[in-house]
């Protein structure tokens, strides 16, 4: 999906430098998952193009959400991403979408930061129905951006230490959170997360990566 994607779009980094390109808090609800807040960093991508990869990123988080169980670690691989999602026994959820090259313990040493805070400034009733307009929580961003250095962020060894003896379950791809029977092409049609431009834009890539793979 997102890797379907990036197929069609530049990254301009250079280097080997990690990168950290989105982090979403999420509720997980009975049948979907509601966005109440999202910080991105899309500066490696082409202007035209951030739009679009934001929206994936949207999607691509909800998706993961909505299909990790309660009191859950996992981290699922997409080429180049790891998206790297928590999800509380409150329902409360969290995923950040990074490179490979990003540290694993650091994601979710700030996946538990920011969800702990979260909690604490987000009363639960709101959890349910709020949206990124509604809720007041400003840290995001600066979260984000404090992380993009793995070395200087790293320094709550109090949760590492808890992290070490935690289970992280790694799916090696999006197809294997879905359900049997269902399609990310489905799942992508159907999307509130995704105008019509990205969904056009997902099906020129899928019909390109297809060929690629027949060829």
Not at 83 to 94: K, P, S
Not at 129 to 138: A, H, R, V
Not at 156 to 164: C, H, N, P
Not at 185 to 195: I, M, P, Q, R, Y
Request: include cysteine.
């Amino acid at each position: 999906m997102l890797s379907d994607y990036q197929d069609c779009v530049t990254d301009t980094r250079t280097g080997g430098k990690m990168k950290l390109y989105s982090l979403s808090i999420l509720y997980k609800g009975a049948t979907k998952s509601n966005l109440l807040k999202a910080a991105y960093d899309l500066s490696s991508f082409s202007f035209f193009q951030r739009s679009s990869i934001q929206e994936f990123m949207t999607f691509t988080s909800a998706l993961i959400v909505e299909r990790t169980s309660q009191g859950t670690r996992a981290s699922v691989k997409e080429q180049e991403y790891l998206c790297h999602v928590y999800v509380r026994n409150d329902n409360l959820g969290a995923v950040v979408i990074a490179d490979t090259e990003y540290p694993q313990r650091v994601c979710f040493t700030l996946l538990d930061k920011v969800l702990e805070e979260f909690s604490r400034q987000v009363d639960s009733i709101d959890w349910p129905s709020g949206n990124p307009d509604t809720i007041n929580y400003k840290a995001l961003d600066i979260h984000l951006s404090k992380y993009q250095n793995p070395r200087e962020a790293d320094a709550m060894t109090k949760v590492q230490a808890e992290l070490d003896e935690t289970k992280i379950i790694l799916h090696n791809t999006m197809e294997s959170l879905l359900e049997r029977g269902e399609k990310l092409d489905d799942l992508v049609a159907k999307s509130e997360h995704l105008g019509n431009q990205s969904k056009a834009f997902y099906k020129t890539a899928r019909k390109q990566n297809s060929c690629c793979e027949i060829m």
